[in-house]
């Protein structure tokens, strides 16, 4: 059975970074492109990119370069999502969420990490 | 980037109703080649993930009650749910995935009536 577990909850300040986490199991990891999506309270889904799980190599949308990496460990089976500088607008619910295989849509999704950015 | 455009923004259906939400596209979204429409829709419930409903436009996921439907092809699309049940109160979301970035339409909410 296909699960993805994102990592709890994050509270960080103004100019901090942080790391979340997408642990997927149930499937050949590297076989399937894995996005991250953007939520911010109230608001629409916004798609920040994905990394190739097989090659590593990750595609951002404009609005979520620079301060917004994407990586993965393979012998884990878990990518991550790290947001440098982070400031009030960053606040929002992350959700990693990975491709049907051989196409672009997101067939299965993680349950969602809540990063609230607050001194 | 492509601009999805939901209408309406909100709308309210008795039970058993049908409910219609609507899709544009600023571009087409129709690969030629192998006529798929690259359209997915989404339903989200409150404090949960998307969930995907239908792709290739009209193609149902796996699990999916057939009560929900998908038509459409290259700038309009449409989701329609047959027979409104309490458990589909939900915001649905269509998105391309024919142009990188992918991209969302702003989400319908879905209540009774």
């Known amino acids: 059975q296909v699960q993805l577990v994102q990592s709890g909850s994050e509270l960080v300040k103004p100019g901090a970074s942080v790391r979340v986490s997408c642990k997927a199991s149930?499937?050949?990891?590297?076989?399937?492109?894995m996005s991250w999506v953007r939520q911010a309270p109230g608001q629409g889904l916004e798609w920040m990119g994905w990394?190739?799980?097989?090659?590593?190599?990750?595609t951002h949308a404009q609005g979520f370069t620079g301060r917004f990496v994407f990586s993965l460990d393979t012998s884990v089976s878990t990518t991550y999502l790290q947001i440098n500088n982070l400031k009030a607008e960053d606040t929002a619910v992350y959700y990693c969420a990975r491709s049907a295989l051989g196409t672009n849509f997101a067939d299965w999704w993680g349950q969602g990490s809540l990063v609230t950015v607050s001194s | 980037d492509i601009v999805l455009t939901q209408s309406p923004d909100s709308l309210a259906v008795s039970l058993g109703e049908r409910a219609t939400i609507n899709c544009k596209s600023s571009q087409s979204v129709l690969y030629n080649s192998s006529s798929q429409n690259y359209l997915t829709w989404f339903q989200q419930k409150p404090g949960q993930p998307p969930k995907l409903l239908l792709y290739w436009a009209s193609t149902r996921q796996s699990g999916v009650p057939d009560r929900f439907s998908g038509s459409g092809s290259g700038t309009h699309f449409t989701l329609t749910i047959s027979s409104l049940q309490a458990e589909d109160v939900a915001v649905y979301y269509c998105q391309q995935y024919y142009y990188i970035p992918l991209t969302f339409g702003g989400g319908t909410k879905v209540e009774i009536k």
């Open positions: 990394i190739n799980t097989d090659t590593g190599k990750p």
């Open positions: 149930g499937y050949t990891f590297t076989s399937h492109t």
